[in-house]
């Protein structure tokens, strides 16, 4: 008996493997689960059940309504602040309010979304007619002031608490990424100002080669940074109101979590609050999960309990906190990055009538010149013969 050949089985092709975007985006949504089942399920079995259940039912409703008007009084000083740094009458209060939650809800969506953030801050500051280099710097000297004053509060809470609650080796980490921060602040200063020549000859010598950037175009947009800055030294009340409201912005929102513990009905002294605020802020710096998600709670509650305040109370009023900190501007700044695209569309449309009335004219020289506003060109006198 002939036995019957075996079919050959032919090789599979390999599977491709998923991209690098789509791995990275994979394990980061996995991070954020895993953060928000120990922030909202394990936390809160940890502080104990009977007793979370109690500090629930006695929560003073009327300081959580307090604590969200700081929140929103904080937000609206971070619109000021970026009012203060854009050109003067450039846009409303409301149009950068908008700008700023829409930025801010990225951020707090995609991994290292800071960077996010102020990439979108700048492209819709530039959509509404702001120049490309002045809102640029905006948002650079909007975030390195907002910065430096955060930590000088901290250093100055820092000074005041240490003689009353003694030295933890949790401030050294939170001192020593403050001390970077003013560094870079100082070096960028340095170079636009003092330094503007030799810096401007590294900075074409980096970038030159990328595509789409000239020597000429890198020159003049760091000569009119460097000139921005200088005006901007040379306006002590200019400085003033950024230093105000970048002062505000920080202690309204450092006033919403102090009002959400007393909530809870725990009132933590304001040195002890503002070490820990400013603890868990200059840590999210460091950009490991969106906008410093699990690393605020975990250095707020820490810090916290580390200065008597109880466990449970620490907990429930660092989540609620970060409820309306950092959850409520993701669906607030959704809707306030449409209402922005609705707007874009109708200037749009505005635009787009004096271009229609334009092709429908005849093609006479002299009547779209006019439409233009070009000046004629001006023949030359005829000479006598």
Do not use: C
């Not at 003049?220 to 109101?241: C, F, G, T, Y």
């Not at 002299?366 to 439409?371: A, K, L």
């Amino acid at each position: 008996m002939t036995s019957e050949p075996k079919e050959r089985k032919t090789p599979s092709a390999p599977r491709p493997k998923p991209s690098l975007l789509r791995r990275f985006t994979i394990r980061s949504i996995k991070v954020v689960a895993i953060i928000l089942i120990l922030e909202y399920l394990v936390l809160p079995q940890v502080a104990g059940a009977k007793k979370t259940l109690s500090l629930i039912q006695h929560l003073n409703f009327g300081y959580v309504g307090l604590a969200l008007i700081a929140e929103i009084a904080a937000l609206l000083s971070y619109a000021y602040l970026t009012m203060s740094v854009l050109p003067k009458q450039s846009l409303d209060l409301w149009t950068i309010f908008r700008i700023d939650m829409s930025s801010l809800a990225l951020s707090h969506v995609i991994p290292a979304g800071t960077a996010g953030g102020t990439g979108l801050s700048i492209r819709l500051l530039v959509t509404k007619g702001i120049r490309a280099t002045d809102a640029a710097f905006a948002i650079a000297v909007q975030g390195i002031g907002s910065a430096v004053v955060l930590n000088l509060l901290f250093w100055v809470a820092l000074i005041i608490s240490i003689p009353l609650w003694g030295f933890n080796a949790i401030y050294l980490s939170a001192t020593i990424v403050g001390v970077l921060l003013f560094m870079f602040a100082g070096v960028l200063i340095i170079a636009f100002t003092r330094g503007e020549q030799h810096f401007t000859q590294i900075s074409v010598r980096l970038f030159s080669k990328l595509p789409y950037l000239s020597e000429a175009k890198i020159e003049s947009v760091l000569q009119h940074i460097s000139e921005r800055i200088r005006n901007l030294a040379a306006d002590p009340p200019l400085l003033k109101r950024l230093l105000t409201w970048a002062i505000a912005n920080w202690v309204l929102d450092a006033a919403s979590l102090w009002i959400f513990l007393a909530a809870f009905g725990k009132f933590v002294n304001v040195d002890a609050l503002l070490v820990s605020y400013g603890i868990a802020n200059i840590l999210a710096v460091i950009p490991i999960t969106p906008a410093g998600l699990g690393v605020v709670e975990a250095a707020l509650t820490t810090s916290l309990v580390g200065f008597g305040t109880p466990r449970g109370v620490a907990i429930l009023g660092v989540i609620s906190y970060r409820l309306i900190n950092f959850w409520l501007p993701i669906p607030g700044g959704a809707l306030a990055y449409l209402s922005l695209g609705l707007g874009t569309q109708t200037q749009d449309k505005k635009l787009q009538k004096p271009r229609k009335r334009l092709t429908a004219t005849k093609l006479n020289p002299n009547i779209i010149v006019q439409e233009l506003e070009l000046p004629q060109e001006k023949k030359p006198p005829s000479q006598p013969s």
